[in-house]
């Protein structure tokens, strides 16, 4: 909570009932900014109390009136610490350290490693940092700008401050930005106007030309100072037209072919059949459309659970990586930043994994005390991250009883005393909102990584003696882990055909000896049963030899569900020639399924393998460690 | 164009299949919607072509509307190459 913020509490837990434009007087603050600070103190003081406004007046409800104690934001938020510091860095406007230990409440110590750090991040990035009087980061341009950019979005922004000129451009342009939009562009102007004074100017832009076109252009031209290059008014205008906006007008016509080719593309390689591809493909056009100026000119994207997206679907994000990447169609996403594609992976990722849950259950409102502006941006926000939602609307606190539309949460940004089913988030969202917000509206929450394992066991104690700590605790992490990860997780082909699951024998007495000898390892840990053997032989008396897929090679396999314990594979070559109903077979590949999806990672792989000649030869006559190399290969 | 890849389970040749189908359609660069079926949901879903073995061929013969094209080793390029252009040529016609 911001100093400002904080005597405004206090002014109104002493003067009850305290009328809106007394405190606009007061404080001489405009109203937009006046809501947004009762807004960030509700949020502090989350546990206290609450700031009411009652017809015009603005109440206190809560225990504690002595505010005196609340904390300071700094204290137990390091990223908040670093991005502070690395903003007034690159600004060249740093505090001195004295200066700083009273602004953070930290000591001395801290503030000077805590910079120590930051230089490091400088150097990682091939940046110069000198100290002459005050701090002058040199070397590529636009990393700086993209530095820059990453932090102002990380420190939580306060939507006052904003430049005049900023707000001019908004309205004479008619761009409709949002509040952070607005916030975030005069962060950005006031750090041109700096590096321009220093000397330090972009000096190559490979859009410069094209965006001469866009119709802020000249606009843009304004509000920088006369010694700007036409590369600098150029990046201004194409960071403007990257930012999200509430218009929603102005739809960019290919990116309706980009997202047919992305489905189609995707479908190909993983051959997964997507089901609602309609529903899918309106979902994620809203994101792209939204995003398109930001891929295409680079700008950096705030994402983070983009380690997470990456941890669980590292397979899935390369897949979407490598597609978008070759996109004949919109050939300018082919430097597309990993975060978006983490973004975009989320998206595929939700798809598969909650198999869209049916959307009847995900009704969601959004209301925000700010109004439409603020509801707006949470709106864009959550699109982005949460992949399937159903919004049905935007009100605002007060007309939130007169919404008739049938909704089955409410997200918010201020906890609503008195009603059901609210999600309250930050209105730029955290990871833990998204956390949240994913594990409510998709299977796919990321696991919660708060399950306090010592606290489970005391509970465990409480009832029960413990024999073993250190097993009960790595059983339950197990537990905890395999609810999260579900069944879902699609494993690849290496995993699946392990040294022990890969044999070789010299001959058989039919086919149908060989499909059991094939499947008895898998028999053996309990993978499958008895009944799945008699169903895959069953098969081929019923439809024939149709699995043999290419030359003497065989993949014997039944329906999903009976005598099927979880995915599994099995590989049999048989050095004698072996007569399968008229067609000749050397290899058995026992393919067990759990449902039409997971095993298609391991049997794309395969099926890319089989397509060559040569391996064909390998699975015939190659030794098992030859074949089990193979497989390590074709994943 | 709708094309339906058919096995006894709709799981794991059928998927097979339909990935050299899809391989096929993309070396003449026509566009298709391919799905992987079992032999039961197949007669139930319409579409404009079905491929599928001879055996099971024969046993849908009669109770699809849609032409049936055989494909003895669902991996051989060739032959899929094969089944497509005759699909693509009467399609024409």
């Known amino acids: 909570m911001k100093s400002r913020q904080f005597i405004i509490l206090n002014y109104i837990t002493a003067n009850e009932g305290v009328q809106l434009q007394k405190l606009l007087n007061k404080f001489s603050i405009s109203k937009r900014t006046l809501y947004y600070d009762i807004s960030n ?8 109390g609450i700031i009411k406004n009652v017809e015009g007046s603005f109440f206190y409800f809560g225990i504690n009136e002595n505010h005196s104690c609340i904390q300071n934001d700094f204290v137990d938020n390091v990223t908040l610490r670093k991005n502070y510091v690395l903003y007034h860095i690159i600004l060249g406007d740093l505090p001195t350290i004295s200066e700083l230990c009273t602004i953070m409440d930290l000591s001395k110590n801290t503030i000077t490693m805590l910079i120590e750090k930051c230089k490091i991040d400088f150097l990682l990035l091939n940046l110069k940092v000198t100290y002459k009087k005050k701090y002058i980061i040199e070397g590529d341009e636009h990393k700086i700008r993209d530095l820059f950019l990453t932090v102002i979005e990380n420190l939580n922004p306060h939507i006052d401050d904003i430049d005049e000129d900023i707000i001019n451009l908004d309205e004479q342009m008619n761009l409709r930005l949002t509040d952070f939009s607005r916030k975030f562009l005069s962060e950005l102007k006031k750090l041109i106007v700096k590096r321009i004074k220093m000397g330090l100017t972009i000096n190559e832009l490979s859009y410069q030309k094209e965006v001469c076109a ?17 590369n600098e008014v150029a990046y201004l205008c194409a960071y403007i037209s990257s930012l999200p906006t509430l218009n929603t007008e102005g739809t960019i016509d290919r990116i309706d072919d980009f997202i047919d080719e992305l489905v189609l593309k995707f479908e190909q390689k993983t051959a997964i059949k997507m089901q609602y591809k309609k529903e899918f493909k309106v979902n994620i056009k809203r994101h792209i459309q939204s995003s398109y100026y930001r891929i295409k000119f680079c700008f950096p994207a705030h994402n983070p659970i983009l380690y997470d997206v990456k941890m669980k679907y590292e397979y899935l994000f390369l897949i979407l990586q490598k597609i978008i990447k070759n996109s004949t169609i919109l050939p300018e996403f082919k430097k597309i930043r990993d975060e978006e594609i983490g973004f975009i992976t989320t998206y595929f990722g939700g798809y598969l994994m909650g198999e869209v849950r049916a959307t009847q259950n995900s009704r969601a409102i959004i209301v925000c005390p700010n109004g439409y502006m603020m509801s707006k941006t949470l709106e864009l926000q959550i699109y982005r991250f949460v992949p399937g939602i159903n919004i049905i609307g935007t009100t605002s606190l007060s ?30 969202l955290t990871k833990g909102d998204i956390d949240l917000l994913l594990s409510i509206f998709t299977d796919i929450g990321i696991p919660n990584p708060k399950i306090d394992i010592e606290k489970l066991i005391k509970t465990v104690e409480k009832y029960s003696t413990v024999h073993d700590y250190k097993k009960l605790e790595t059983e339950l992490l197990k537990t905890i882990h395999q609810i999260n990860e579900n069944e879902r997780y699609q494993p690849m082909l290496n995993e699946l055909l392990t040294e022990n699951r890969i044999n070789s024998i010299d001959s058989v007495c039919d086919w ?23 169903s895959m032989i069953e098969n081929v008396i019923q439809h ?4 043999v897929l290419a030359d003497y090679f ?21 050095k004698n020639e072996v007569d ?19 095993h298609i990672t391991a049997l794309a792989a395969l099926s890319e393998l ?26 | 164009m709708k094309i339906l890849a058919v096995c006894g389970f709709g799981v794991g040749s059928s998927m097979i299949l339909r990935m050299s189908i899809e391989k096929v359609l993309k070396e003449l660069d026509i566009k298709a919607d391919v799905e992987n079926q079992d032999v039961n949901s197949a007669r139930g879903i319409p579409c404009d072509a079905i491929f599928t073995s001879i055996e099971i061929g024969r046993e849908i013969a009669g109770t699809v509307s849609a032409k049936v094209y055989t494909v003895k080793k669902y991996m051989d390029l060739v032959e899929v190459r094969v089944a497509v252009n005759k699909m693509l040529e009467e399609n024409n016609k």
Do not use: W
Request: hydrophobic share 45%; net charge negative.
């Open chain 1, 41 to 48: 103190i509700n949020k502090s003081i989350i546990n206290e």
């Open chain 1, 214 to 230: 866009f119709k802020h252009y000249h606009a843009c031209k304004m509000i920088l100072p006369s010694s700007a290059s036409e």
């Open chain 1, 399 to 428: 007309k939130l009883d007169d919404v008739i539309q049938e909704y089955d949460y409410i997200i918010s940004t201020l906890p609503l005393l008195a009603k059901k089913e609210v999600i309250v988030v930050n209105p730029i």
């Open chain 1, 512 to 534: 149908k000896q060989a499909i059991a000898v094939a499947a008895k390892p898998l028999i053996d840990d309990g993978s499958i049963t008895n009944v799945y053997v008699e």
């Open chain 1, 544 to 547: 024939g030899p149709y699995i």
């Open chain 1, 554 to 574: 065989a993949l014997p396999h039944a329906g999903a569900k009976d005598g099927v314990n979880q995915l599994s594979m099995s590989l049999l070559q048989v």
């Open chain 1, 580 to 598: 399968l109903a008229g067609v000749p077979v050397h290899t058995f590949l026992v393919l067990a399924a759990i449902d039409n999806s997971t």
């Open chain 1, 610 to 635: 089989l397509y060559e000649e040569k391996n064909l030869k390998l699975f015939q006559q190659g030794s098992v460690s030859e074949i089990r190399a193979l497989i390590e290969k074709g994943n």
